[in-house]
């Protein structure tokens, strides 16, 4: 796998993404419970936003331990991150944790990788005292999240129908029937709440800026790049793209500020 090559492009819109996400973060931060003095693990924290509100909420007297695959993203998370934050390369699914050592876990939409989900749940249970609780945040339907629908739509009026949304394949999207979460936790040894909840993302600027922010990440970004290796993405297509991407962030702006449409379950697990 190379991580440089996927993680280098998000890293580009850190900022944007992190503002973008910052309603599900709350909402995560909010229902995890977390207070002073916790040890607390962090599933799959990406470049680290997630430590910090978990950093700030437990406290110089807690600790937070990010558990994340991609070098690139676990090197900018610890640039990041105050000094009662470790973060460790590792696959969570199969990470070496010492027994039953955290407070409580926690996970902002990075718990939807796993090649085998009821697997790592199983052994990220075993890494939480008994009665902690697991709080994470994941996508809901695929047609109540405008931050994927859109810009695949998109590149699909540019270059034709792409491939069909795989709900059992590792991504985003791979948990987003409530039902399939609770079977998957409920065989993994976990008591499980799902609050799924419709909110709004809250992108940087304006439909421009959030139409630059998907000529890099997300589908249309990943579909581009398909078409440029195959060698047959022409300035046309990226204008296309560029335009189309605009006229439909446009079309979710109020006043300023553009709203974009989301739909999260937010589930809390008890070990």
């Known amino acids: 796998m190379d991580w440089k090559a996927i993680a280098e492009p998000w890293l580009r819109v850190e900022a944007e993404t992190d503002a973008a996400h910052a309603p599900v973060l709350d909402g995560l931060i909010a229902r995890a419970g977390l207070h002073r003095g916790q040890s607390v693990l962090d599933i799959g924290p990406g470049g680290g936003v997630s430590l910090l509100a978990a950093a700030k909420t437990v406290g110089p007297t807690g600790h937070i331990t990010g558990v994340e695959i991609a070098p690139p993203f676990a090197e900018r998370a610890l640039a990041r991150v105050p000094g009662n934050v470790a973060v460790q390369v590792g696959d969570a699914a199969d990470y070496p944790f010492m027994g039953r050592e955290f407070d409580a876990a926690i996970s902002m939409l990075g718990v939807m990788f796993f090649a085998n989900p009821s697997r790592a749940f199983a052994h990220i249970r075993t890494a ?3 009665g902690a609780v ?6 809901g339907a695929p ?3 405008h931050w994927f629908d859109a810009p695949a739509r998109v590149a699909d009026q540019v270059f034709g129908a792409g491939p069909a949304f795989n709900p059992n394949a590792p991504g985003p999207l791979s948990l987003s029937d409530a039902d399939k979460i609770s079977r998957l936790l409920n065989g993994a040894g976990w008591t499980v709440e799902i609050d799924t909840q419709d909110l709004f993302l809250t992108p940087r600027g304006g439909p421009e800026e959030v139409a ?3 000529m890099t990440v997300g589908a249309a970004a990943m579909r581009m790049g398909a078409e440029k290796a195959k060698g047959t993405l022409g300035k046309s297509h990226r204008d296309a793209v560029r335009s189309k991407l605009i006229d439909v962030f446009s079309e979710m702006t109020v006043g300023d500020t553009v709203r974009v449409p989301a739909q999260v379950h937010y589930v809390r697990a008890t070990a």
């Open 128 to 130: 939480l005292k008994p």
């Open 134 to 139: 697991l709080t994470f945040a994941c996508w």
């Open 212 to 214: 630059r922010l998907y």
């Open 143 to 145: 047609e109540a999240n």
